[in-house]
T-cell receptor
Framework: GEKVEQHESTLSVREGDSAVINCTYT??????FPWYKQEAGKSLHFVID?????DRKQSQRLIVLLDKKAKRFSLHITATQPEDSAIYFC???????????FGSGTQLTVMP | GGIITQTPKFLIGQEGQKLTLKCQQN?????MYWYRQDSGKGLRLIYY???????QKGDLSEGYDASREKKSSFSLTVTSAQKNEMAVFLC??????????????FGEGSKLTVL
């Protein structure tokens, strides 16, 4: 079955710098790639997603890139702020599937 | 807006005990999910339900039962708690369709500790 690997378990950046979190997936049929954020002591909430018909999507300071050939997708957070500190989870799903396969999470710390 | 409410927030059980977690949503969403979150392992799907009275097994269903008697509620039972088990169980819902039709909305989680 599908496996999603999240390569950085922890990531520290200085406030104002960019942060990049990378994920790879195994199933070439995967077509939907959302990202979720989990702040300390809270539950997950959706931040951004990308579908396989595009290779880039931006929402304010968040950019998602998708490289289907390499089966890799990444989350770029520009001009980081302390409130960006959280665990970020990538995920992947096939079209029509009920299962969302999650990566293991990246703890991002934005230092003042 | 809506909300997903999970009860209890904290659950302490004994080895071999049967334990039940409850989830209520007022989004009027069709699909509901139970995920297990272990430290360093991401989220793994236990059960999901496409509509009332429907149950589908996820990759981690062994050792669990689920029940969806109403559209708004989805419960999960740990059939025999394992000693030293510790995990967070997350309930989620989505409007309709598969996992790729849009975002999941998550509850705050239920933390299980087995003594």
């Amino acid at each position: 079955g599908e496996k999603v690997e999240q390569h950085e378990s922890t990531l520290s950046v200085r406030e104002g710098d960019s942060a990049v979190i990378n994920c790879t997936y195994t199933d070439t049929a995967s077509s939907y790639f959302p990202w979720y954020k989990q702040e300390a002591g809270k539950s997950l909430h959706f931040v951004i997603d990308i579908r396989s018909n595009v290779d880039r999507k931006q929402s304010q300071r968040l950019i998602v890139l998708l490289d289907k050939k390499a089966k890799r997708f990444s989350l770029h957070i520009t001009a980081t702020q302390p409130e960006d500190s959280a665990i970020y989870f990538c995920a992947a799903s096939n079209s029509g599937s009920w299962q969302l396969i999650f990566g293991s999470g990246t703890q991002l710390t934005v230092m003042p | 807006g809506g909300i997903i409410t999970q009860t209890p927030k904290f659950l302490i059980g004994q080895e071999g005990q049967k334990l039940t977690l409850k989830c209520q949503q007022n989004f009027n969403h069709d699909t509901m999910y139970w995920y297990r979150q272990d430290s360093g392992k991401g989220l793994r799907l236990i059960y999901y339900s496409i509509t009332e009275n429907d149950l589908q097994k996820g990759d981690l269903s062994e050792g669990y039962d689920a029940s969806r008697e109403k559209k708004s509620s989805f419960s999960l039972t740990v059939t025999s708690a394992q000693k030293n088990e510790m995990a967070v169980f997350l309930c989620a819902s989505s409007p309709w369709g598969g996992a790729d039709t849009g975002q999941l909305y998550f509850g705050e989680g239920s933390k299980l500790t087995v003594l």
